[in-house]
């Protein structure tokens, strides 16, 4: 599976902004999407995840209330809604997915085997 994200740039504080991965490669009904990010000098934090099959979702306290991910299954694609956007959303956004990921290992970056290249997103206050 490869990913492809795409979607970020430049904003001001309270603007939104849709970013996608795509998924080229077959998809699984068992996959989990997700989407991380990472900050300057931070470690990669969880954002939010969705089922392939069923389209559960999960996200960070965070983010809960401002964004939401969903997903087109025919085109392969995962979106990630961001509004309200805040300044410490400022970070590189990556996808990623993994064929088999339960829900105790899910908020953990190192459970997934597929990243994508990432997206910048910058919300200046």
């Known amino acids: 599976v490869q990913l492809q994200a795409s979607g970020g740039g430049l904003v001001q504080a309270g603007d939104s902004l849709r970013l996608s991965c795509a998924a080229s490669?077959?998809?699984?009904?068992?996959?989990?999407m997700g989407w991380f990010r990472q900050a300057p000098g931070k470690e990669r934090e969880f954002v939010a995840a969705?089922?392939?099959?069923?389209?559960?979702?999960y996200y960070a306290d965070s983010v809960k209330g401002r964004f939401t991910i969903s997903r087109d299954n025919a085109k392969n694609t995962v979106y990630l809604q961001m509004n309200s956007l805040k300044a410490e959303d400022t970070a590189v956004y990556y996808c990623?997915?993994?064929?088999?990921?339960?829900?105790?290992?899910?908020?953990?970056?190192?459970?997934?085997?597929?990243w994508g290249q990432g997206t910048q997103v910058t919300v200046s206050s």
């Open positions: 990623a997915a993994d064929r088999a990921i339960i829900l105790t290992t899910m908020r953990l970056p190192h459970a997934y085997d597929y």
């Open positions: 490669g077959r998809i699984f009904s068992s996959y989990v």
């Open positions: 969705i089922r392939w099959s069923g389209g559960n979702t």
